[in-house]
């Protein structure tokens, strides 16, 4: 009898193993593009041993090895002449520059590569290149170094939003090509955010006799990422917190309200459409506690949908940190 289909397949693979891989073949498993395999050969160095019929070039495992490596470092924000540099060498790749630094942040550098980032910080670069090559692994680490060396405040400040407003420049400009790019990336800042950790001091005197922040976003609002970032840095200052997500109905944050009796309650709205103010009044005039002694819940608008008009007894901090200051604030009493 012949040779099975199957087997006919493992022995041209193993052929093309032993010839090398071709350079698109190797594109996608890298999850970058030919081009930028053929630049990267061209202004480092890093091209394959080996090129058939002394034009089309085959990658031998080795290179394949040297190109991953190459891969690894940019993504942790490397530059890549650096890189390219040490992965030829095999040497531990990571220069003085790239390595975490411990009390200290890293430079602002004009930022290269496939997202319009401009003056960005280096772990934008990195976590930039992984995001766009759906690095997840990769991607998962970077942040999760990010927030513990750094804090959720400067963690989504200076890296988080710079790279989704990045990767949301590149999806204007590029149609549907990183749709999911910022997917990815979204996805994974909310599983980091997720995982924020209260502080490791003693705890201090008792706050939560004022009641927890209460964060919500209005009816109709799905965009819950910042109020996520708002409910880490609460968590991470040993705040109590009652995050109740997207699209919250009225009567059911009225009837949480109540039951709760918050110290504040911050409203989410990203677009004017979904900014409810009579839903942000009546949520303002909502009391609890004996006659006499009734109170009310200070009322935070968060986000550009409440732009415009600003509603009287209510706060707007402009940013994270200035709404995590204005709630320690109100804590301390």
Same mark, same amino acid.
């Not at 750094?150 to 400009?173: D, F, I, Q």
């Not at 200070?298 to 209510?314: C, D, I, K, N, S």
């Given at each position: 009898?012949?040779?099975?289909?199957?087997?006919?397949?493992?022995?041209?693979?193993?052929?093309?193993?032993?010839?090398?891989?071709?350079?698109?073949?190797?594109?996608?498993?890298?999850?970058?593009?030919?081009?930028?395999?053929?630049?990267?050969?061209?202004?480092?160095?890093?091209?394959?041993?080996?090129?058939?019929?002394?034009? /089309? @070039?085959?990658?031998?495992?080795?290179?394949?090895?040297?190109?991953?490596?190459?891969?690894?470092?940019t993504s942790a924000g490397v530059? !890549?002449?650096?890189?390219?540099?040490?992965?030829?060498?095999?040497?531990?790749?990571?220069?003085?520059?790239?390595?975490?630094?411990?009390?200290?942040?890293?430079?602002?550098?004009?930022?290269?590569?496939?997202?319009?980032?401009?003056?960005?910080?280096?772990?934008?670069?990195?976590?930039?290149?992984?995001?766009?090559?759906?690095?997840? %692994?990769?991607?998962?680490?970077?942040?999760?170094?990010?927030?513990?060396?750094?804090? =959720?405040?400067?963690?989504?400040?200076e890296v988080m939003v710079p790279?989704?407003?990045?990767?949301?420049?590149?999806?204007?400009?590029?149609?549907?090509?990183?749709?999911? =790019?910022? /997917?990815?990336?979204?996805?994974?800042?909310?599983?980091?955010? /997720?995982?924020?950790?209260?502080?490791?001091?003693?705890?201090? !005197?008792?706050?939560?006799?004022?009641?927890?922040?209460?964060?919500?976003?209005?009816?109709?609002?799905?965009?819950?990422? !910042?109020?996520?970032?708002? /409910?880490?840095?609460?968590?991470?200052?040993?705040?109590?917190?009652?995050?109740?997500? %997207?699209?919250?109905?009225?009567?059911?944050?009225?009837?949480?309200?109540?039951?709760?009796?918050?110290?504040?309650?911050?409203?989410?709205?990203?677009?004017r459409s979904t900014a409810d103010?009579?839903?942000?009044?009546?949520?303002?005039?909502?009391?609890?506690?004996?006659?006499?002694?009734?109170?009310?819940? =200070?009322?935070?608008?968060?986000?550009?949908?409440?732009?415009?008009?600003?509603?009287?007894?209510?706060? @707007?901090?402009?940013?994270?940190?200035?709404?995590?200051?204005?709630?320690?604030?109100?804590?301390?009493?």
């Amino acid at each position: 009898m012949g040779e099975s289909r199957s087997d006919q397949e493992r022995g041209a693979g193993a052929v093309s193993a032993d010839a090398g891989v071709t350079t698109g073949a190797l594109a996608r498993r890298l999850g970058v593009s030919p081009t930028t395999l053929r630049s990267w050969d061209r202004r480092y160095g890093v091209g394959p041993a080996v090129r058939s019929d002394g034009r /089309h @070039r085959r990658w031998t495992p080795q290179d394949v090895a040297m190109l991953e490596e190459m891969c690894r470092l940019t993504s942790a924000g490397v530059p !890549p002449a650096e890189a390219a540099r040490a992965a030829k060498e095999g040497a531990d790749p990571t220069p003085a520059e790239a390595k975490p630094p411990t009390d200290e942040y890293r430079p602002r550098s004009k930022a290269a590569g496939p997202l319009p980032l401009g003056d960005a910080r280096q772990e934008c670069k990195g976590l930039a290149r992984a995001a766009v090559r759906l690095d997840a %692994p990769s991607v998962d680490d970077q942040l999760t170094a990010l927030v513990e060396r750094h804090g =959720v405040v400067v963690g989504w400040e200076e890296v988080m939003v710079p790279t989704l407003h990045a990767v949301g420049r590149k999806w204007e400009s590029a149609g549907d090509r990183y749709v999911e =790019v910022e /997917h990815l990336l979204s996805w994974h800042i909310s599983r980091v955010l /997720h995982r924020a950790t209260g502080p490791t001091d003693p705890p201090g !005197p008792d706050r939560s006799a004022a009641g927890p922040v209460v964060l919500a976003c209005v009816p109709g609002e799905q965009h819950c990422l !910042p109020l996520e970032a708002l /409910h880490a840095g609460l968590v991470e200052q040993g705040l109590p917190t009652r995050m109740f997500g %997207p699209a919250v109905p009225p009567e059911a944050l009225t009837a949480a309200v109540r039951r709760l009796g918050p110290l504040a309650v911050v409203l989410w709205s990203q677009t004017r459409s979904t900014a409810d103010r009579p839903l942000a009044r009546h949520i303002a005039a909502t009391s609890w506690g004996v006659k006499g002694a009734r109170r009310n819940p =200070v009322v935070l608008l968060g986000g550009p949908g409440w732009a415009g008009r600003q509603e009287q007894g209510m706060l @707007r901090p402009p940013g994270l940190r200035d709404a995590l200051t204005t709630l320690a604030s109100l804590a301390a009493g």
